[in-house]
C-alpha cells in the first residue's frame, strides 16, 4: 500500500501594517508615503511577492484603514497568495497575534513557518528573505535577520547626557524578517503579551535562544524624518542599477 506523501511545512509572509507612524513626521500612516512613485509598503511586498517559497502573505490593517486600496492598487488580485485582513490591534504583539489566527482560519498549520516582516522596511530584497529561509528551516527554533552593531553605544540619562559607555561586543541590531513556527510564535504571544517589540522577544520569553542570520545595512526600518530620503535614494539608486 503506498504511503501518503509526507506533508512539507509551508512559509508564510505577514506584515503589520496597523501602525500610526507617530515618530516619522508624516502626516498620516507612514507605511502609506510615497517613495519613488509608489507607496513604501508596495515596495515591501513587492519584495515579499519576489520570493517562491512564500506561499502567501497576509498585510494585517487596522480595522478603520481606508487608505491601503489607494496606495496599492491591485493587492489581492492573485487571491491564493495575496491575502488582506482588517485585525490590527493596539500593539504590534497584539496585531501579529491576530494575524497568525487568519493564518489558521486560512488553512495554515502550527508547524508553518511565518516570516512577519515590518511594513516600513520596504528596502528588503528577496535574496536576504531567501537567507533567512535557507537558515531557519533546519532550526529547531527559527530566527531573525540582524546586523552585528559596530557603532559604540551611549546610555543617556534623563537629562539627555550620557550616564554611561555600553560594550557593543556580541551586541545585534534586530531586523525582520523574523521566522518562527506558527504554533510556536502563537504560544510564545499568548503568554507574553504585549510587552514584546518584536517576535524574537516573544520566543526569547519561552527560554528559547533565536538563530541571529546576517541581514544587511540597507534593510533598515524607516522610523525618522530623515529616513524618507535616504530611502528615496537608495530605492532610485537600485533602479538605476538594475
Same mark, same amino acid.
Given at each position: 500500500?503506498?504511503?501518503?506523501?509526507?506533508?512539507?511545512?509551508?512559509?508564510?509572509?505577514?506584515?503589520?501594517?496597523?501602525?500610526?507612524?507617530a515618530r516619522s513626521g508624516a502626516d498620516g500612516p507612514k507605511q502609506y508615503v510615497p517613495l519613488a512613485g509608489?507607496?513604501?509598503?508596495?515596495?515591501?511586498?513587492?519584495?515579499?511577492?519576489?520570493?517562491?517559497?512564500?506561499?502567501?502573505?497576509?498585510?494585517?490593517?487596522?480595522?478603520?484603514?481606508?487608505?491601503?486600496?489607494?496606495?496599492?492598487?491591485?493587492?489581492?488580485?492573485?487571491?491564493?497568495?495575496?491575502?488582506?485582513?482588517?485585525?490590527?490591534?493596539?500593539?504590534?504583539?497584539?496585531?501579529?497575534?491576530?494575524?497568525?489566527?487568519?493564518?489558521?482560519?486560512?488553512?495554515?498549520?502550527?508547524?508553518?513557518?511565518?516570516?512577519?516582516?515590518?511594513?516600513?522596511?520596504?528596502?528588503?530584497?528577496?535574496?536576504?528573505?531567501?537567507?533567512?529561509?535557507?537558515?531557519?528551516?533546519? @532550526? %529547531?527554533? #527559527?530566527?531573525?535577520? =540582524? +546586523?552585528?552593531?559596530?557603532?559604540? !553605544?551611549?546610555?543617556? $540619562? /534623563?537629562?539627555?547626557?550620557?550616564?554611561?559607555?555600553?560594550?557593543?561586543?556580541?551586541?545585534?541590531?534586530?531586523?525582520?524578517?523574523?521566522?518562527?513556527?506558527?504554533?510556536?510564535?502563537?504560544?510564545?504571544?499568548?503568554?507574553?503579551?504585549?510587552?514584546?517589540? @518584536? %517576535?524574537? #522577544?516573544?520566543?526569547? =520569553? +519561552?527560554?528559547?535562544?533565536?538563530? !541571529?542570520?546576517?541581514? $544587511? /545595512?540597507?534593510?533598515?526600518?524607516?522610523?525618522?524624518?530623515?529616513?524618507?530620503?535616504?530611502?528615496?535614494?537608495?530605492?532610485?539608486?537600485?533602479?538605476?542599477?538594475?
Open positions: 500500500m503506498t504511503q501518503p506523501a509526507e506533508r512539507m511545512p509551508r512559509c508564510y509572509a505577514l506584515v503589520p501594517c496597523a501602525g500610526i507612524g509608489r507607496a513604501m509598503v508596495a515596495h515591501t511586498l513587492a519584495a515579499l511577492a519576489a520570493v517562491p517559497r512564500l506561499a502567501a502573505t497576509l498585510v494585517v490593517l487596522s480595522a478603520d484603514d481606508a487608505a491601503f486600496e489607494s496606495a496599492v492598487p491591485g493587492y489581492g488580485a492573485h487571491e491564493a497568495t495575496q491575502w488582506l485582513a482588517r485585525c490590527g490591534g493596539s500593539s504590534r504583539a497584539a496585531t501579529v497575534a491576530n494575524g497568525l489566527q487568519v493564518l489558521v482560519e486560512r488553512g495554515a498549520q502550527p508547524d508553518d513557518w511565518v516570516l512577519v516582516h515590518d511594513a516600513a522596511r520596504c528596502l528588503v530584497q528577496p535574496a536576504w528573505i531567501d537567507r533567512l529561509i535557507d537558515a531557519c528551516l533546519p @532550526d %529547531e527554533v #527559527g530566527g531573525l535577520l =540582524a +546586523l552585528p552593531v559596530a557603532d559604540t !553605544l551611549k546610555q543617556a $540619562d /534623563a537629562q539627555g547626557r550620557v550616564a554611561a559607555t555600553i560594550d557593543r561586543s556580541a551586541k545585534w541590531a534586530a531586523q525582520t524578517p523574523q521566522m518562527f513556527r506558527l504554533g510556536l510564535l502563537q504560544r510564545a504571544l499568548a503568554a507574553i503579551g504585549d510587552a514584546p517589540t @518584536d %517576535e524574537a #522577544g516573544a520566543i526569547e =520569553a +519561552l527560554g528559547l535562544q533565536p538563530r !541571529l542570520v546576517v541581514g $544587511d /545595512a540597507a534593510n533598515f526600518k524607516v522610523t525618522w524624518p530623515g529616513d524618507f530620503a535616504l530611502a528615496e535614494r537608495l530605492i532610485t539608486t537600485a533602479r538605476s542599477a538594475a
